[in-house]
């Protein structure tokens, strides 16, 4: 930046004091000149207005159309107009506006206002520019959908008019802006979906629009689909116990149903043969008083008219005769169980009753006349000091000297046991079995001498080799059986 010499500082206030004198003088500024709007829009078949705002003591102003034919001028406080074939009888001219009425699309341009300041001191003629921008205003908006719009398909929507320039279009479902996506494409007049489905379903607006007028328009979208896979219910399912779901006589009722737009259409197939029309009644299919013969395999089919597309699931009804439920089932376990478990209870008691009940030898009672059964001693270790006292021997002369005992008359096997009398003389001789004994419990053979002290109880028949001598009452009681007993004798020879 150059710097003025100290004395030439002065200069522009020295040449601003002859603006008096000189009009032309380099001190004056161009008129401030602004617009009320900028730019103007404006729709076709209305008034534009250009208002300008500047001096309000100007000379003169003037307007000039985008092609830089004069429109006319503001001067001694009117109007003056030129003759323009484009605007005739259309431009009206004010202290600071310009209007066009009505406008048209060939009037947007650049227009150019000129405003002559006169004699305002400090203050020179300047112009200015404001674009007027002309539409038409939308009109005759129409939202288009398709007929038939199937899911899976591709799905076209389209939003026309019949005016509008310079217009924009806003999407709209439910209230909501449709943003694109991968399904989605949106464009100022179509909405295509590809792949279509039920969800896309409801209510679209277009919306379009410019700087001068908008207009919205709705329509309502239907997917047709289906029909999706049937669900089959049964309404008295019986649930027995190793199968069955239905009982001989009863009325079975199968439902069948499935999602779809139209409506599906419904049919029945049994064991592969169509179901008689009068049975079915939309997707129920009703089996009256069920014999087993109507067992097997049911088949719902759903076909769509509009889709032609069709669906079908399968349900087994096995129909049998007798019917048991997991309950009775169950019950009939429990019984069984709880019956078990009482009889193994009885059992334990019985055992017990007879355990307790059963006579013990060693307890027995021991009568005055007969005498006590030796008790075996207890197996302990031999006293080192004592030996154990060896048994009484009786000489051969003495033994051979002794008589022989007869065994008892025959009587029964219960009174066969001895009675207990007491002895004159305590006998030493040889037991031999009598007749009697022979009959009822078989022979006795003794072969060699046996010597018994104390009673001497045989059971089953006694085989002997030798004599017997017994010491006291001798005891007999024999039982039948193949068992030998060989008595031998105790007594030291």
Known sequence: MKILP????????????LAAAWPAALCQNPVPIQFQTSPVPARTGAAAVLEVITVSSALSITWASPTGITLGLWVGGRAVLSNVSQYAGRVTITATQLQISPVLLMDTGNYTVIVDPGSIVGMTRSSSSVLLHVFDAVAGVKLSVPP????????????????????????EKGG?????????TVTDNSLVINPGNRSDAGVYSCTVYNLVSAMTTTASLTVYYGPDAPVLQQNSQANCVGGGQAVVGQTVQLTCTSVSLPPALFSWQQNGQSVAADQVNGGVLTLQAITTNQSGRYVCMARNAVTTQTAKQSIDITIVKTCLSVGAVAGIVVACVLAII?????????LCCRHRDKPNPSSAPVTQNQPKQPVP???????????PTPPPVLPLSQFKALPRQHLPEKRPIQQLRPQHKPQPKR???IVQPSPHWNAVHGPAHMHGPAHMHGPAHMHGPAHMHGPTHTLGQPHSHMHAGPQKQVFRSRMRY
């Open 6 to 17: 100290e004395g030439m500082q002065h200069a522009p206030v020295v040449l601003c004091l």
């Open 148 to 171: 038939v719009a199937l899911e899976g398909g591709n799905i076209s929507l389209t939003c026309t008019r019949t005016m509008g320039t310079e217009t924009s279009t806003i999407w």
């Open 176 to 184: 909501a802006a449709i943003s694109p996506d991968y399904r989605i």
């Open 342 to 350: 009482f009889i193994i209870i009885a059992i334990i008691l019985l």
């Open 377 to 387: 001693a207890q197996k302990t270790q031999p006293s080192a000091k004592r030996p």
């Open 427 to 429: 006998s030493i001789g």
